[in-house]
């Protein structure tokens, strides 16, 4: 699939739901903290890749783990896109100017509080990323046709708080992808399919 094929998908993928992945359908009327993560699409020649990074060890919240560039909305910032742009800003150096926004996934209410809107960014190599060694451990890339190959979509279950969870796992190359970020990249799938 090439960007222009992905614009397509996106133009004609119409969805009734407001929220997928992990979360109970109960979890839309809790009342959450507005968040937006920018879901960097990289057009290389040889094929689209996706961007992620790996937050340091010593943040207080999902430490270590995989994620988008991301985070709570600021009132500066009037709409989801420039929450997702600031973050990814702050986060690995990425400028605004370099992201063509091409559409948003539904929105995503986490366990943690947060209704998170996944704006879809396409960005043109090369890539000149500074990310801020504060929040994120590692910057690193995985092919979107593995990302939308539905035999990757594993689901797992935990104890959380007295209560059995389920959640998405992509597992790539010795990197676990999981929860509100694997459930973000199986709404992806839904919404444009493989």
Do not use: C
Request: proline share 7%.
């Amino acid at each position: 699939m090439d960007v222009a094929a992905l614009k397509a998908r996106l133009a004609r993928a119409t969805s009734p739901h407001t929220v997928y992945g992990d979360d109970a359908a109960e979890r839309e009327a809790a009342a959450t903290t507005p968040a937006a993560v920018l879901v960097p699409i990289i057009a290389h020649g040889e094929g689209l890749t996706v961007l992620f990074t790996r937050r340091t060890v010593h943040l207080k919240a999902h430490s270590g783990q995989v994620s988008f560039p991301g985070g709570r909305a600021e009132p500066g910032d009037p709409t989801p896109e420039d929450t997702a742009l600031r973050e990814a800003e702050e986060e690995i150096g990425l400028a605004r100017s370099r992201v063509e926004v091409i559409g948003r996934l539904p929105e995503y209410v986490t366990r943690t509080g947060f209704r998170v809107t996944p704006v879809i960014g396409v960005i043109q190599p090369p890539l000149e990323l500074v990310p801020d060694a504060r929040e994120v451990d590692e910057v690193f890339e995985v092919p979107l046709a593995f990302l939308l190959d539905e035999r990757n979509h594993q689901r797992a279950t935990r104890e959380l708080n007295g209560r059995t969870v389920a959640f998405y796992v992509i597992e790539h190359q010795g990197r676990t992808i999981w929860g509100a970020t694997a459930g973000m990249l199986v709404n992806l799938y839904r919404r444009i399919g493989a």
